[in-house]
């Protein structure tokens, strides 16, 4: 029976540490209830968005994810073909790198499970039909269009881009760079509905032993003490919101899965079960701070002035909740981890997002920053009068088929490059849709002289190393031909994403 059609089932675990047997039984017994058994080819998804000890409670903890693998294996009647642990991390960062960060390649080897880094897979085009798609056609790395038992295993957190980040944001994770940066704006919680026509999760295991407040990249930790399993994503997303007292359909894309069909979020319709209520479960969480705070509020009391209008398609939102606002506030998180002065060495700059039409009250001097393509302003900032248009390109010009990676290397570059070309202009326009996290770090370090991230003395040597692997593992595949599949279709897995009505998909 498929994951939509099940009765939804949410179990909640009292776990107080970070122990591998203790999660491993606490799975085990999950998916008995649930009567789970994994089979064919089986693809765990943790969330790695960034690891290592700046980001120590940004993903899913190896012990979590060892403890689930094992369950998986305690579960199996030989039925399990392949057992794999597969993710695609944060934009620009190898993969690699985030699994060895994160502790996950000493635990793999030892259990003989396979890595995948999804950015080096080949990319299956995944045909799209139901009535809201954003595209006819996405793509996903063939492990994922192949994967017979697919299992997620989120991280419990707040995000500031979508209120938080469970089981269906974090789908986000199955796509490619070239391809999660389309839609990757304004209509990003649409972008997440439409990713969950791919494959549905058999089982969802989320890390809830510290989970991650505030923020995405770099949370606080919030000790919760708990894992929680279910067995239908929209279900599990709803219970983890009423968790922390968030109503689930005020979160768009699990407002927009549920719609869909892919699962319910009323309460009377989960059987929620385990050694912990829902009440003792809220009791845990109470206090927990979400994301979703607007850049020009996050900002307050900086040296960073931003301002924010519509971006394109205003009569859908006057905010891009998906792109730059919230990317920035990502950037400056990290460059605070890195250097404790970021606030101090940063000069005083204004940040225009959107079709801003307000004050810009910029004094001589004082850089005003265009970020993105759909910044706009025609009038005065400061004492002069500007004049800066759209340069935003409408989303039926990206083809996800066409779409191209860009090196981070060469974004490094051109970032550098432009900042030190604008050395004298007061208006310094980025360009990009969206201008990502990894962009705006650069800019941000060369305006201010900050210690960048990336020339972190063992953190440089760590990314260049998975660098160049990821860049030989590519070259190799190129080799071999096999840098995308046309078709939905593939030989071992599923035909197509699977029927979820009421609007559908092939
Ligand atoms: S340019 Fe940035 S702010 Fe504008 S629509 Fe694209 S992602 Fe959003």
């Known amino acids: 029976m498929k994951p939509s059609q099940r009765p939804a089932k949410v179990i909640l675990r009292r776990c107080d540490e970070y122990d591998v047997q203790a999660i491993r039984r606490i799975v085990r017994e999950g998916m008995e209830t649930l009567e789970l058994r994994p089979s064919g080819r089986t693809l765990l998804k943790p969330n790695l968005v960034a690891s290592g000890p700046m980001f120590q409670h940004a993903y899913t903890r190896p012990e979590v994810t060892e403890g689930v693998l094992l369950a998986l294996r ?110 990757h704006d304004h209509r990003l919680n649409e972008k997440i509905a439409d990713l969950q026509y791919i494959i549905q999760p058999e089982l969802i295991v989320i890390d809830a032993i510290t989970a991650g407040e505030g923020r995405m990249l770099t949370p606080i930790p919030f000790p919760m003490k708990m894992i929680a399993l279910g067995n239908n994503q929209v279900a599990f997303d709803a219970v983890c919101c009423h968790i922390i007292g968030v109503d689930p359909l005020s979160v768009d894309h699990i407002r927009l899965a549920h719609e869909r069909g892919f699962g319910p979020v009323e309460l009377a319709e989960i059987e929620v079960t385990g050694d912990i209520t829902l009440e003792e479960a809220k009791a845990r969480a109470a206090g927990f ?26 009569e859908k939102t006057d905010y891009c909740w998906g792109g730059c606002p919230g990317a920035l506030e990502e950037a400056i998180e990290i460059l605070r981890l890195f250097d404790e002065q970021t606030d101090t060495k940063l000069p005083h700059m204004h940040i225009v997002f959107g079709a801003y039409e307000g004050p810009i009250p910029a004094k001589p001097g004082e850089k005003i920053i265009f970020m993105g393509d759909c910044a706009e302003h025609h009038g005065k900032a400061g004492e002069t009068v500007i004049d800066v248009a759209s340069l935003y390109k409408p989303r039926s010009t990206k083809d996800p088929y066409t779409a191209q990676h860009e090196d981070v290397f060469v974004k490094m570059w051109k970032t ?48 260049n190393k998975a660098y160049l692997q990821w860049k030989s593992s590519a070259a190799w595949s190129r080799l071999r031909g096999v840098p995308y599949q046309r078709h939905g279709r593939c030989e071992r897995g599923r035909a197509a994403p699977e029927v979820v009505t009421p609007e559908g998909a092939e």
Not at 289 to 314: D, I, M, N, Q
Not at 419 to 434: F, H, L, T
Not at 444 to 458: I, M, N, Q, R, T
């Open 74 to 183: 305690d579960r199996d009647q030989g039925e399990m073909s392949e057992l794999a642990v597969g993710e695609r991390c944060g934009i620009t960062v190898p993969t690699r790198m985030a699994m060895e960060g994160a502790g996950y390649d000493p635990m793999l080897k030892r259990l003989g499970v396979k890595r995948y880094a999804f950015e080096e897979e080949p990319q299956v085009e995944i045909p799209l039909s139901h009535p809201a798609r954003l595209r006819d056609y996405i793509f996903t790395p063939e492990p994922v269009a192949k994967a017979d038992f697919f299992v997620n295993v989120p991280k419990f957190k707040a995000h500031p881009w979508t209120t938080v980040t469970f089981s269906i944001k974090a789908y986000i994770g199955i796509q490619d760079d070239r391809h999660r940066l389309i839609d």
């Open 289 to 314: 701070k979400v994301g979703l705070v607007r850049v020009e509020k996050y900002f307050e009391g900086t040296h960073v002035s931003a301002y924010s209008g519509p971006p394109p398609e205003s």
């Open 416 to 463: 550098i490059k432009k900042v030190r070309e604008d050395r004298d202009e007061q208006v310094i326009r980025i360009q990009g849709c969206p201008v990502s996290v990894s962009e705006q770090v650069l800019l941000l370090v060369s305006l201010g002289g900050l210690k960048s991230p990336y020339l972190d003395g063992e953190n440089m040597m760590s990314f």
